[in-house]
């Protein structure tokens, strides 16, 4: 897996924008992150521009606006920050990560039926290859 920029909680919320929306423009990412978080607009474009100096954003002028797309796709994102958050609470381990969350009662009914369901589907899954 390639090398993915350090992005700060704040870079992310305008990145979740970016990825829902591109391409999008300086002024509609203003607009969406500013209906969601009550951040100024010139703290908005520096975000842009600090994703922008990151290699997480590319940017290009289409007359007098800046069109934004990612550079860094959404899965590799998440799937590089859940492996890290894994390995720095769990030592890795995605059973121990689950386990913790049973113990302490932070999965309703619904969330272990949904999970059991989930385990059977892989199982079928992996039972009719």
Not at 26 to 44: A, F, G, Q, S, Y
Not at 48 to 65: C, S
């Amino acid at each position: 897996m390639r090398e993915i920029p350090p992005i700060s909680e704040a870079e992310y919320e305008v990145m979740k924008i970016v990825w829902k929306y591109e391409p999008i423009s300086t002024p509609e990412v203003v607009e969406k992150v500013m209906e969601k978080i009550d951040w100024k607009p010139n703290t908005i474009q520096t975000m842009l521009t600090r994703l922008v100096k990151k290699k997480a954003l590319q940017t290009r002028k289409d007359g007098r606006v800046f069109i934004y797309t990612s550079l860094v796709p959404e899965h590799e994102y998440v799937e590089q920050k859940s492996k890290l958050f894994l390995k720095q609470f769990f030592d890795g381990a995605l059973n121990s990560m689950v386990l913790n969350f049973i113990e302490n009662d932070q999965l309703s009914k619904e969330d272990l039926a949904e999970l059991r369901e989930i385990l059977s589907e892989r199982d079928t899954k992996k039972g009719g290859k």
